[in-house]
């Protein structure tokens, strides 16, 4: 006589947690290389940035280059926080809340960009971009979850 089973676990809680930890650190990777290349795209062409990504009102370099700044320093925070897993968590809550306003910001400003599909583009792209980065932060909290459990007396370094 056949008796089902339940459903078979197919990794364990450590397997689970290596593969969020991957996964973390390759989506703030590519979080840091997007906010530094954007950066990069902004200071030195703000020209081409404002023509083929962010065509609202008048341009202005100089207020393209203040952007990139940010994005910059953002871009620094999120590569610093691969090497120190402590900054993790708050640069991806800076960055999550970053997103979250610039999603706003187009919002409010949809009508503006010229041609108009772009307002509506970059709406939705950041829109999409915020879930993908607050993911980001999910994923760290529950790392940071995980590691709070296996080490219950923090030495105050970082791995």
């Known amino acids: 006589m056949a008796v089902a089973q339940g459903p078979q676990r197919l990794t364990s809680a450590g397997e689970r947690a290596a593969i969020r930890a991957d996964a973390l650190t390759v989506g703030v990777a590519l979080l840091a290389v997007y906010s530094l290349g954007i950066a990069l795209v902004m200071a030195a062409a703000p020209h081409a940035f404002f023509t083929g990504i ?23 925070g999120l590569a610093i926080s691969l090497g120190r897993r402590s900054w993790r968590l708050p640069m991806l809550a800076i960055a999550t809340v970053q997103f979250a306003l610039h999603s706003i910001n187009h919002l409010v400003d949809i009508d503006a960009a010229h041609p108009a599909w772009k307002g509506y583009f ?25 590691g709070a459990g296996e080490q219950p007396t923090s030495s105050g370094g970082d791995t």
């Open 54 to 76: 962010g065509p609202f009102g008048p341009r202005n370099d100089h207020y393209i280059r203040d952007t990139a700044s940010f994005s910059a320093a953002i871009g620094v």
């Open 122 to 146: 970059d709406f939705a792209s950041l829109a999409a971009s915020t879930f993908l980065v607050a993911g980001l932060l999910w994923l760290a909290l529950a790392d940071a979850r995980a």
